[in-house]
């Protein structure tokens, strides 16, 4: 999403530093497309590119490229037609029993194939007091028994903030789950203080994370220790990727990111299909393809440690197997 100022900046990094590899990629990439959406990535993330490899499945997914320009009529805005979803400022429901809450709109990465790339997060709540005012929605529908924290990013909030938000949704008594999807562990690890891990973990919830790693080259040694300290917290952890072309649509890639995952004790949980967003197109992967892909993984790889393969498709009441 199109918010707030990044956490590490990698053409001001690389111009900074003279680092000729970073340079010459960076003046390859697509003004225009970065007009639009601009790059965005996380000093954590942008150290483990291999600059020396323009076909690097991390910097694929954060590089703007002249790619992005080319229209397909199939390809939107809104893919997810979220806006028509919208209770309230910064929650969308779109599922039974669930809420979305956008807490932010920034993010420490700007993913080129992000579904909210077009969205600049305007109606999310600022305040404490217009959260309190857009909750009022939950605490009127008792169905609601989980909340979905999303965003942008909902880990970069201010960790005073997010809690407060957090206090705010624990004085409803229906809300019986906290789920928290955040890139922050495997983009910026540093962010997840111990402190932050020990509030979460006394939240009047049963909270889960949901974290986003597309290929085994996201994981190091930091990433894994934070999320060691999650789950030793006794915070599950589960995964979902988005199945890319170039980044991680063959065997080996997806078997690697797999076992890196179960090492790490994370669970791998759904492999998307590209949400058909505007500018992202050229990453698109066929179902077909992602079956047989699947079907390969369950012949080197036990049972739990093959995600399912889905599809968002608006109008549906839950994910679409595929």
């Given at each position: 999403m199109n918010c707030n100022p990044p956490i590490g900046f990698i053409k001001k990094e690389a111009q900074t530093t003279g680092n000729s590899k970073e340079?010459?990629?960076?003046?390859?990439?697509?003004?225009?497309?970065?007009?639009?959406?601009p790059l965005l990535v996380s000093d954590a993330f942008a150290s483990r590119i291999d600059w020396s490899n323009s076909s690097d499945p991390l910097l694929l997914q954060i590089l703007p490229t002249a790619a992005e320009l080319q229209t397909d009529p199939a390809f939107i805005l809104d893919p997810l037609e979220e806006a028509g979803y919208s209770i309230a400022p910064g929650i969308i429901k779109k599922y039974h029993g669930r809420a979305i809450l956008q807490l932010t709109g920034a993010c420490p990465i700007h993913c080129r194939y992000c579904f909210r790339r077009h969205i600049k997060g305007d109606n999310i709540p600022k305040t404490l007091a217009q959260w309190d005012e857009s909750l009022e929605v939950i605490r009127k529908d008792p169905s609601i028994v989980?909340?979905?924290?999303?965003?942008?990013?909902?880990?970069?909030?201010?960790?005073?903030?997010?809690?407060?938000?957090?206090?705010?949704?624990?004085?409803?008594?229906?809300?019986?789950?906290?789920?928290?999807?955040?890139?922050?562990?495997?983009?910026?690890?540093?962010?997840?203080?111990?402190?932050?891990?020990?509030?979460?973990?006394?939240?009047?919830?049963?909270?889960?994370?949901?974290?986003?790693?597309?290929?085994?080259?996201?994981?190091?040694?930091?990433?894994?220790?934070?999320?060691?300290?999650?789950?030793?917290?006794?915070?599950?952890?589960?995964?979902?990727s988005v199945l890319l072309k170039g980044v991680n649509d063959n065997l080996e890639s997806l078997t690697a990111l797999s076992e890196a995952l179960i090492?790490?004790?994370?669970?791998?949980?759904?492999?998307?299909?590209?949400?058909?967003?505007?500018?992202?197109?050229?990453?698109?992967?066929?179902?077909?393809?992602?079956?047989?892909?699947?079907?390969?993984?369950?012949?080197?790889?036990?049972?739990?440690?093959?995600?399912?393969?889905?599809?968002?498709?608006?109008?549906?009441l839950a994910k679409t197997p595929i």
């Open positions: 340079m010459a990629l960076l003046n390859g990439s697509s003004k225009e497309a970065d007009e639009q959406f989980e909340i979905i924290y999303s965003g942008g990013d909902p880990l970069m909030l201010p960790n005073k903030k997010f809690l407060q938000i957090s206090n705010l949704l624990g004085e409803i008594a229906h809300i019986k789950r906290l789920r928290i999807h955040s890139r922050v562990p495997v983009a910026s690890p540093e962010r997840i203080s111990l402190d932050l891990i020990k509030s979460i973990g006394n939240l009047p919830f049963t909270v889960t994370m949901v974290i986003h790693m597309n290929h085994a080259d996201e994981m190091d040694g930091f990433v894994e220790a934070t999320i060691a300290s999650l789950v030793d917290a006794g915070i599950p952890i589960y995964n979902q090492q790490a004790r994370v669970t791998p949980y759904y492999l998307h299909l590209l949400d058909p967003v505007a500018g992202a197109a050229h990453f698109l992967v066929d179902a077909k393809t992602g079956r047989q892909l699947l079907e390969e993984m369950r012949k080197v790889l036990p049972g739990f440690a093959i995600p399912l393969l889905v599809q968002e498709i608006p109008g549906e």
